[in-house]
């Protein structure tokens, strides 16, 4: 899907949150990225293969 050089991490790999956007729906909650992950405002997201990653932001405050 990507045609940006360097190309953006791919939806399969750990680093695929790292890929641009191209559609930002924020009054729904969600964004599409170049490799075809729909990520969530929960941090959840959908994967091109129809898997699902649960949402996963930290469940502790960060120290400041």
Known sequence: MC???PPCP???GFDREA???VADHPEQGWSL???GT???DD???LLPDG???DPHRPT???AA
Do not use: K
């Open 3 to 5: 045609v940006h050089q």
């Open 10 to 12: 791919a939806a399969d």
């Open 19 to 21: 890929a641009r956007t």
């Open 33 to 35: 990225l170049c490799n």
């Open 38 to 40: 729909v990520v969530f």
């Open 43 to 45: 941090t959840g997201e």
């Open 51 to 53: 898997r699902i990653v």
């Open 60 to 62: 502790t405050p960060s």
